[in-house]
Protein backbone atom coordinates (compact mmCIF):
# COMPACT_ATOMS: atom_id res chain seq x y z
CA UNK A 1 0.00 0.00 0.00
CA UNK A 2 1.15 3.19 -0.70
CA UNK A 3 0.17 7.09 -0.16
CA UNK A 4 1.00 9.79 -1.50
CA UNK A 5 0.22 13.15 0.02
CA UNK A 6 1.06 16.38 -1.69
CA UNK A 7 -0.49 20.25 -1.56
CA UNK A 8 1.19 21.16 1.57
CA UNK A 9 2.64 24.81 1.52
CA UNK A 10 3.18 27.90 2.74
CA UNK A 11 -0.20 30.06 3.26
CA UNK A 12 -0.65 33.04 4.98
CA UNK A 13 -3.49 32.99 7.44
CA UNK A 14 -7.08 33.56 6.34
CA UNK A 15 -5.73 31.73 3.11
CA UNK A 16 -7.20 28.11 1.80
CA UNK A 17 -4.82 24.96 1.10
CA UNK A 18 -6.14 21.35 -1.02
CA UNK A 19 -4.29 18.49 0.07
CA UNK A 20 -4.53 15.21 -2.14
CA UNK A 21 -3.78 11.92 -1.21
CA UNK A 22 -3.40 9.11 -3.58
CA UNK A 23 -4.00 5.54 -2.50
CA UNK A 24 -2.70 2.74 -4.37
CA UNK A 25 -2.13 -1.25 -3.58
CA UNK A 26 -5.60 -1.41 -1.98
CA UNK A 27 -8.92 -1.31 -2.99
CA UNK A 28 -10.16 2.20 -2.37
CA UNK A 29 -13.83 1.71 -2.14
CA UNK A 30 -13.30 -0.57 0.72
CA UNK A 31 -11.50 1.58 2.85
CA UNK A 32 -12.26 4.24 5.16
CA UNK A 33 -9.93 7.20 4.45
CA UNK A 34 -8.65 10.21 7.36
CA UNK A 35 -6.49 13.11 7.65
CA UNK A 36 -4.78 13.53 10.57
CA UNK A 37 -1.87 16.14 11.81
CA UNK A 38 1.33 16.84 13.93
CA UNK A 39 2.23 19.87 14.87
CA UNK A 40 5.43 20.88 16.49
CA UNK A 41 5.63 19.49 20.20
CA UNK A 42 2.09 17.98 19.33
CA UNK A 43 0.64 14.20 19.63
CA UNK A 44 -1.08 13.37 15.72
CA UNK A 45 -5.11 13.98 15.89
CA UNK A 46 -7.56 13.10 13.68
CA UNK A 47 -8.51 16.33 11.66
CA UNK A 48 -11.03 14.56 9.19
CA UNK A 49 -12.21 11.12 8.19
CA UNK A 50 -14.77 9.90 5.23
CA UNK A 51 -16.69 6.65 5.21
CA UNK A 52 -16.06 4.24 1.82
CA UNK A 53 -19.09 5.85 0.00
CA UNK A 54 -18.46 9.58 0.98
CA UNK A 55 -21.63 10.01 2.49
CA UNK A 56 -20.17 9.78 6.31
CA UNK A 57 -17.79 12.59 7.36
CA UNK A 58 -16.25 12.91 10.91
CA UNK A 59 -14.59 16.55 11.24
CA UNK A 60 -12.32 17.23 13.98
CA UNK A 61 -14.31 20.44 16.08
CA UNK A 62 -11.15 22.59 15.69
CA UNK A 63 -11.86 22.17 12.04
CA UNK A 64 -15.28 21.90 11.34
CA UNK A 65 -16.78 24.73 9.17
CA UNK A 66 -13.57 25.38 7.93
CA UNK A 67 -11.96 22.22 6.54
CA UNK A 68 -13.94 19.43 4.55
CA UNK A 69 -12.61 16.13 3.51
CA UNK A 70 -13.82 14.27 0.45
CA UNK A 71 -12.70 11.54 -2.08
CA UNK A 72 -13.26 10.44 -5.30
CA UNK A 73 -14.49 7.13 -6.91
CA UNK A 74 -10.71 6.27 -7.90
CA UNK A 75 -7.83 6.57 -5.29
CA UNK A 76 -7.92 10.15 -4.05
CA UNK A 77 -8.89 11.72 -0.93
CA UNK A 78 -8.61 15.20 -0.53
CA UNK A 79 -9.02 18.15 2.39
CA UNK A 80 -10.10 21.11 1.51
CA UNK A 81 -8.38 23.83 4.04
CA UNK A 82 -10.03 27.21 4.18
CA UNK A 83 -9.51 30.29 7.05
CA UNK A 84 -6.24 28.48 8.03
CA UNK A 85 -4.72 29.72 11.23
CA UNK A 86 -1.18 29.63 12.43
CA UNK A 87 -2.45 26.92 14.77
CA UNK A 88 -3.14 25.34 11.71
CA UNK A 89 0.12 24.74 11.26
CA UNK A 90 1.52 21.20 11.56
CA UNK A 91 2.43 17.74 9.02
CA UNK A 92 -0.64 16.56 7.58
CA UNK A 93 -0.65 12.71 6.75
CA UNK A 94 -3.40 10.61 5.03
CA UNK A 95 -4.29 7.33 6.43
CA UNK A 96 -6.21 4.09 5.49
CA UNK A 97 -8.63 2.22 7.76
CA UNK A 98 -9.58 -1.12 6.22
CA UNK A 99 -11.81 -4.03 7.32
CA UNK A 100 -14.63 -1.69 8.78
CA UNK A 101 -18.41 -2.16 8.20
CA UNK A 102 -19.63 -0.14 5.70
CA UNK A 103 -19.79 3.20 5.94
CA UNK A 104 -19.70 3.49 9.83
CA UNK A 105 -16.19 5.15 10.90
CA UNK A 106 -15.11 3.46 13.79
CA UNK A 107 -15.12 5.61 16.91
CA UNK A 108 -11.26 4.15 17.84
CA UNK A 109 -9.90 4.78 14.47
CA UNK A 110 -6.72 2.67 14.45
CA UNK A 111 -4.50 3.09 11.49
CA UNK A 112 -3.21 0.61 8.98
CA UNK A 113 -1.72 2.65 6.78
CA UNK A 114 0.28 6.18 6.83
CA UNK A 115 1.37 8.12 3.94
CA UNK A 116 4.32 10.31 4.22
CA UNK A 117 3.30 13.99 5.66
CA UNK A 118 2.86 16.72 4.23
CA UNK A 119 3.86 19.88 5.52
CA UNK A 120 1.73 23.00 5.78
CA UNK A 121 2.59 26.28 7.20
CA UNK A 122 0.46 29.04 8.12
CA UNK A 123 2.22 32.53 8.41
CA UNK A 124 0.39 35.17 10.91
Known amino acids: VQLQASGGGLVQAGGSLTLSCAAS????????MAWFRQGPGKERDLVAAISQSGRRKSVADSVKGRFTISRDREHTVYLQMNSLQPEDAAVYYC???????????????????WGQGTLVTVSS
Open 95 to 113: AVKKNTRWDEIPRDLEIDY
Open 25 to 32: GLTFSNVV
